[in-house]
């Protein structure tokens, strides 16, 4: 069917107007892209009484001229690897850029409901979705040959990052345990429906199996970092995460702090302690998948000034054998 993109504009007078279009553009460059769709909008769009025909749109861009407010998003079909990171350079690029100056400018994570949140009154609450997700590992075949949980080693064949290239994981989940220990598990999984559903027992699930070395950025798409001892959820995908699924999350992660976790797999590594070296994907790598030279610096800064949590944790080792 292709991308539908929705655009939602809100005029000085107060007035909303909306229009969409097959595939269009997911974000603005400047002013004279700006202008272009105002204008546009305020011609060929048609105006929003009640509920905006929006929610068929897997991409959308929102104008608040009044408050001089702009968001975007795009699914995550059309993002290069580390997409979570690149929506957060994309953002950052745009607020400061000449043509946004004096805009507040950001990325959509909520998707069409933050876009729809933006330009008209609050919509009441919908019904909490529940989006049944059973934890899928990924595969550990041909790499992986044992756990040993006493001297809290990993033994693998070949290469210590042989998982990141025969597991074919989309998902990185941390824990750190009240015992200050860090384990890392592969799935398959996307992220927030995955948290939504399981809920707090699954740390128990993820306890019962063995885990998995630590994967690099190009290696996965979504991630979490669950501290048992602080109660405290971070999650971070390129995906739109929609009210309904936080608010599940919520409820079935009673009494933790939850938040998404900024910049993908970066924030991810700072989070337990790691800094990014060998793990980060590299400048010809973000280039090779579709980074342009300015979000890549934009990257590169944020990357070199998370600070790493220092928790002292007790990361499991990765042994390897059979050598290639």
Request: glycine share 8%; hydrophobic share 40%; with cysteine.
């Given at each position: 069917m292709?991308c539908?993109?929705?655009y ?5 007078d107060?007035?909303?107007r909306?229009s969409?279009?097959k ?5 603005l460059?400047?002013a004279?892209?700006?202008?272009s769709?105002v204008?546009?909008?305020l011609?060929?769009g048609r105006?929003?009484?009640?509920d905006p025909g929006?929610?068929r749109?897997c991409?959308?861009?929102?104008l608040?001229l009044a408050?001089r407010?702009?968001?975007?998003y795009s699914c995550?079909?059309s993002?290069?690897?580390a997409?979570?990171?690149?929506r957060?350079s994309m953002a950052?690029?745009?607020?400061g ?5 004096g ?9 069409d409901?933050?876009l729809?949140s933006?330009?008209l009154p609050?919509?009441?609450p ?13 595969s550990?075949?041909y790499w992986?040959v044992?756990?040993?949980?006493e001297?809290?080693?990993i ?5 210590e990052?042989i ?10 989940v941390?824990?750190?345990?009240d015992?200050a ?10 992220i ?11 740390i ?5 199996e063995p ?5 690099s ?10 501290d ?8 971070w995908?390129?995906?739109i995460?929609?009210p309904p699924?936080l ?6 992660w009673?009494?933790?702090?939850i938040e998404r976790?900024p910049w993908g797999?970066?924030g991810?590594?700072?989070?337990i ?6 793990l ?6 973000l280039?090779?998948?579709?980074w ?6 934009i990257?590169?800064?944020?990357r ?5 949590e220092?928790h002292?944790l ?11």
């Amino acid at each position: 069917m292709g991308c539908w993109t929705a655009y939602l504009v809100r005029f000085e007078d107060g007035s909303v107007r909306e229009s969409e279009e097959k595939y269009g553009r997911w974000h603005l460059a400047g002013a004279e892209d700006r202008a272009s769709l105002v204008k546009r909008v305020l011609g060929e769009g048609r105006p929003v009484i009640g509920d905006p025909g929006t929610a068929r749109s897997c991409q959308g861009i929102a104008l608040d001229l009044a408050t001089r407010r702009y968001r975007f998003y795009s699914c995550a079909l059309s993002m290069p690897r580390a997409g979570a990171a690149h929506r957060e350079s994309m953002a950052l690029h745009l607020a400061g850029s000449p043509g946004w100056a004096g805009w507040d400018v950001a990325h959509a994570w909520g998707g069409d409901e933050e876009l729809r949140s933006l330009v008209l009154p609050a919509p009441p609450p919908r019904p909490v979705e529940d989006n049944p997700a059973e934890v899928c590992l990924a595969s550990r075949d041909y790499w992986f040959v044992g756990w040993d949980p006493e001297g809290r080693t990993i033994t693998v064949r070949h290469d210590e990052s042989i998982a990141d290239t025969l597991a074919g994981a989309t998902c990185l989940v941390s824990v750190i345990d009240d015992d200050a220990t860090l384990k890392h598990w592969q799935l398959n999984n996307t992220i927030a429906p995955l948290l939504a559903h399981q809920g707090e027992p699954m740390i128990r699930a993820l306890a019962a199996e063995p885990p998995y070395p630590l994967a690099s950025e190009g290696a996965v798409t979504d991630g979490a970092v669950i501290d048992v001892r602080a109660r405290r959820l971070r999650y971070w995908t390129p995906d739109i995460v929609p009210p309904p699924c936080l608010a599940r999350m919520r409820e079935t992660w009673p009494g933790w702090e939850i938040e998404r976790l900024p910049w993908g797999h970066l924030g991810h590594l700072a989070a337990i302690g790691e800094r990014p070296g060998e793990l980060s994907m590299t400048d010809a790598e973000l280039l090779d998948a579709r980074w342009g030279d300015e979000l890549i610096t934009i990257r590169n800064h944020a990357r070199d000034a998370l600070p790493a949590e220092s928790h002292d944790l007790i990361a499991p080792q990765v042994l390897v054998i059979d050598r290639w």
